[in-house]
């Protein structure tokens, strides 16, 4: 088994073979991993690839969305975060908590604040959006 820390670095391979790929023949390609289920679940899988859009849409790092910076902008990310982990995905709280280095109620205060926030910011909830369809394209 693949140790949880590379998996991100293989992810950004994968990605950046694909945009190479996608540049030199003029249209998009998709790389198929066979047998990567073998390697690590498929909800695994799923949470790394919603830590990627999340990452990717709001410009940060992971280890800036897990970091104790409480700037707006990497608080929004952290709880778009929360909030796609656990209505998409399904993880629990205290899981979710484990990706981000919070503590469980960190986690519902994040997700809670998120939903609530989508309603009248526009731009949060344009966001999210993005990552939604992003990551729907991306497990079909």
């Not at 280890?63 to 929004?76: A, C, H, L, P, Y």
């Amino acid at each position: 088994m693949i140790p949880r820390e590379n998996l991100p670095a293989i992810f950004k391979i994968v990605s950046d073979t694909e945009l190479q790929l996608t540049a030199l023949l003029g249209y998009k390609a998709k790389l198929k991993i066979e047998n990567m289920g073998q390697i690590v679940s498929k909800k695994e899988m799923d949470k790394y690839l919603i830590q990627k859009l999340v990452c990717d849409e709001f410009g940060f790092s992971w280890k800036d969305i897990r970091s104790f910076n409480r700037r707006r902008d990497i608080v929004e990310a952290r709880r778009s975060y929360c909030w796609l982990a656990t209505t998409i995905l399904g993880e629990t709280l205290v899981q979710v908590g484990k990706d981000i280095d919070r503590d469980h109620t960190s986690v519902i205060h994040l997700r809670d604040s998120c939903r609530d926030l989508m309603t009248i910011d526009f731009a949060l909830r344009d966001h999210v959006e993005d990552i939604k369809t992003k990551f729907y394209e991306n497990i079909n």
